[in-house]
C-alpha cells in the first residue's frame, strides 16, 4: 500500500477535499479571499497528490494479484452488516479520479469572479462535492459504494438551488427527485444481491468483489439489472430519463455544469461498468442482444439518446442548453460503446468518458466566461466574437473540433474505438452504422454554434467591449488543451491503462472462451492462449 505521510493514498486523495471543506467552515465568511485561497490550494493540492498513483500504477507492490485491484485499503468497518471500508482501484478508477482532481480544480479556479455572495458556503459545497465524488470511484464495498453516491446528491443539489440562475429552485428539486429515485432502486438492488449471496454461502457481504464469485440465477439477475439500469441510466442520463439534466446544466454556476458534465454523469456510465456488467452478466446479454437472441433493448435506447439528443441540441436557442443537449448524445455514444462488450468497444466507451468531460467541460467553461460579461446565454445576442475576443475564438474553435470528434483530437479516437468495436459483432453491427449519423448530427449543430457566435459582424453593439480571456481564465484551458491533443495524437499512453480490467469485463459478459475465439484462425495454433492484459482483435468465432 502506497502511503504519503504515513497515510494510504486513495485516503489522502478522498479526504483532503473533505479537510478544505471543514477548514473553510471555520474562516470568517467576510474574509472572501482567504477562503478562495483556501479552496484553490486545497484542490490544487489534491490534484498534486493523485499524481502518485498514475506513477507508481504498475508497481506490482502495491497490486493485490488476486484482483489486480491497487492501493487497497480493507478494514472491518460495521461487521455486523457484513460491510466492510474497502478502497481499491484499477485502470478504469484510475483515468475517472484524475479527471475529477483535475477538473475539481479547474472548477475552484474558474469561479474566483463569479460567485459574489455566500462564498464561503460555496466553496465549502464544492470541496465536499470532491469527496463523495473520489470516493464513489474508489470503493469496492458496495455500502461504501452507496454512501458517497448519497454524499454527492447534497451538494450538488445546494449549488444548483442557490447559485443558480432563474429557475434554479425547480432544477434544483427535480434533479434531486430524479437522482434520489434512482438511487432507491439501486440499493432495492444492491439488497437482492447482498441477500442471495448470505442464501447461497452461508456469508452476508457487500464486497463487491466476492459478489462477483458467485453466479446468481437469472431470474434475479433480471431484475436487478432493472433496478441498476434506472439508477444509473438517470445519473447517465439515458433516454427517456434524461429531462432532468438541461434543467440542472442551464440553472447551475459555470462550475457546477463542469462537474455535473465531467464528473457527475460518468458515475452512471462507471456503474453500468464497475457493477452492472460484471455482477449480472446474464442479464446483460439478454438486454444487450448479444447473439441476436433476444431483443436489443440497451441498443435501441443508445442509438435513440444520440440521435435524439443531436436533433434537440439543433433547436436550441440557448448556447449552454445546447452544449447539455450534447451530452446526452455524447453519453449515448458512451453507453453504446460498453454495452457492445467488446474489448474495444467498452475501451473506447471508457476513454470516450474521459474525453466528455474533457470537452464538454471546456465548452460550459466557455459559455460561463462570457455569461459573466454579457449575463446571456442566447445565441442570437453574439456573433463576430472572433473580432473581439481572438484568444477565446480560438480555444473555442479546439474544443468544437474536439467534440465533433477531428481526427488529431480526443473525440475521434473514442468514437472510432466505439464504432469499430460494435462493428465487429456481426449481431451488433447494425447499431454501429445507425451511431454514425449521430457523429454527422454532432458536427452539425456544434459548427451551427461556433459560426452564430464568432463569425460575421458584430450586430450588438453591447459585444464590442467585451474584453478577451484574462490569464486565470485562460489558464484553466491549458490542461484540457493538453490532454485533447494528447489523447487524440497518442491514445496509448491512457489505454494501457484499460487492457486489464476491460478484459476482465468482456471475459464476465461474453465468457472466459471469446478471447480464445477471437484469435484468427490462422494463429491459433502458434496464440492458442491470450496473455493477462491484452486486448485482442474483436473477431467472432467461425462459424463451423
Known sequence: MLHVMGIPILNLVCYVPLAGFFIIL????????????????????????????????NNPSYTDPLTNFRYIIKVPWITSLGAQYYFGIDGISLLLIMLTTLLGFIAVLSSWTAIEHRVK??????????TGMLGTFMALDFFLFYVFWEIML?????????????????????????????????????????????????????????????????????????????????????FPFHTWLPDAHTDAPTAGSVILAGVLLKMGTYGFVRFGLPLLPDASRYFIGIGGKSFPWMMWLCIIGIIYGALVALMQKDWKRLVAYSSVSHLGFCMLGIFAATPVAVQGGVLQMINHGLSTGALFLLVGNVYERRHTRLISEYGGLSHIMPLYATIFLIMTLSSIGMPGLNGFIGEF??????????????????????????????????????????TNPKNELLDDLNFREAFCYVPLIILSFWIGLYPQTFLRYLDDPVNRVVSKVRGSDYFKLSIPVADATTSPTVAPGTVVADRPAPHR
Open 121 to 130: 458556503e460555496y466553496y465549502a459545497l464544492l470541496l465536499l462535492l470532491q
Open 417 to 458: 474505438m466505439i464504432l469499430q468495436g460494435t462493428f465487429s459483432d456481426p449481431t451488433l453491427r447494425i447499431w454501429s452504422g445507425v451511431a454514425v449519423v449521430g457523429i454527422v448530427l454532432g458536427a452539425a449543430y456544434m459548427l451551427w454554434l461556433f459560426q452564430r457566435t464568432m463569425f460575421g459582424e458584430v
Open 26 to 57: 471555520l474562516l470568517d465568511r467576510k474574509s472572501v479571499t482567504a477562503i478562495k485561497w483556501t479552496a484553490n490550494l486545497v484542490a490544487l493540492l489534491d490534484f498534486i497528490l493523485s499524481i502518485p498513483l498514475i506513477l507508481s500504477f
Open 154 to 238: 447534497v451538494p450538488m443539489y445546494f449549488l444548483i438551488g442557490v447559485w443558480g440562475s432563474e429557475r434554479r429552485l425547480y432544477s434544483a428539486i427535480k434533479f434531486f427527485l430524479y437522482t434520489l429515485a434512482g438511487s432507491v432502486l439501486m440499493l432495492l438492488g444492491i439488497l437482492a444481491l447482498y441477500f442471495d449471496y448470505g442464501r447461497q454461502t452461508g456469508v452476508y457481504t457487500f464486497n463487491v468483489i466476492e459478489l462477483q464469485r458467485i453466479g446468481f440465477p437469472f431470474g434475479l439477475q433480471y431484475w436487478v439489472f432493472l433496478a441498476f439500469f434506472v439508477g444509473f441510466a438517470i445519473k447517465v442520463p439515458m
